[in-house]
Structures are given as C-alpha cells and as structure tokens.
C-alpha cells in the first residue's frame, strides 16, 4: 500500500510513489528545473521554505481559485468647492483603505509575494510553479497539465492547493540539489 503523505481533508492525494515518479519526469523531461533565470542554481531546501512561506500567505490571506478584481467602492462625489490637496488627500486615504484588506489571493500571488522576502526570489519562485506542474501531470496523468489551470478548477478547495504546496515542498527537500559544500 503506498504510503500517504499527510495532507489531511484534501481531495489530492500525493503518495511518495508519485513523488518518485514526478523525481524521474525531472530527470528525463527537466534537468536543469533547479536552474533559475539568473544562471544560479537553487537548492531543494530553498525552493521548499518559499513553497511553505507561500503556503502560509494562502492561510493568512485566504486562497481564491483566481483573481478578480474588488467590488468597486464608491468615492464621494467630486465637491468643486473643495481644493485640489483635500481631493488627493480623500483620495489617497481611498486607496490607503482599500490596500489594507487585500483579500484572498491565488496560489501564484502567493508564490509572487514569497520571491519579494526573505523566503524566496525569482528563482525559486519560478523553479517552485515548474515543480508543481511536474506533479499536476503525474497526478492526472497528463504530460501537458499545468498547475495555473489545474488550481484554477471551479471544483478545487483551499485543501488542494496547501496539498500541492506541501508535497512540492516535500519533492524539493528529498530531490533538490543539497548546498554546495
């Protein structure tokens, strides 16, 4: 019986069987997967602290299955008598306002957000999607399956995702490149 990661009230299931099955897609189909834009390779430890950091914005945040843009506010009308500072400063309160309760977020924003700190960069942003999509195609089957697409299903729950998350970090800690000595 294939041993289950533990990934508990998600509908995906990621066995270690097909984590060894996504390790040869990336063998074969993906060698340099661990080599970002910059030239640089990333280790598998790096690529699943962003996984997990992103993982954590989708809780803190709220995951949604795609972006949309918020319901529109409504701005008072423009008062003529008022001065054109007092409208910038309504304005940029406004907008202050509605930056502070930003709402759920897509699991790419969150892979986004994660290469601007401390836990991640491009690189290990980019080689992150690239190892989720190698498991989107061993889990359905498909060798074209892309993680957006898969994630963006009007069926798949906030489970699913952190279910991605956590075996892609998993793959990345147990078939990343270890740090250079």
Known sequence: MPQTLPLAAAS???????LEQAAQVVS????????????????GESVARHLESAAGLLVSYGWTRTWSAPAAGRLAPTDATV???TMLR????????????????????????TAGTAHGDTDTS???QALLNVLVQVLTGSPAARFVPWS????????????????A???AR????APAA
């Open 174 to 177: 147990t078939y990343g490149p």
């Open 126 to 128: 980019d080689i992150a």
């Open 152 to 167: 963006e299903r009007l069926h798949r729950a906030p489970a699913d995702i952190r279910a991605m998350f956590t075996a």
């Open 169 to 171: 970090a998993a793959f």
């Open 12 to 18: 995906v299931v990621i066995t270690s069987e097909m």
């Open 83 to 85: 001065s054109a500072e």
């Open 28 to 43: 074969v189909a993906h060698p340099s997967i661990w080599t970002g834009a910059s030239g640089e390779q990333s280790t």
């Open 90 to 113: 309504q304005l940029l309160d406004y907008i202050r306002e509605e930056d502070s309760s930003p709402g759920p977020i897509t699991a790419v924003t969150a892979l986004t957000r």
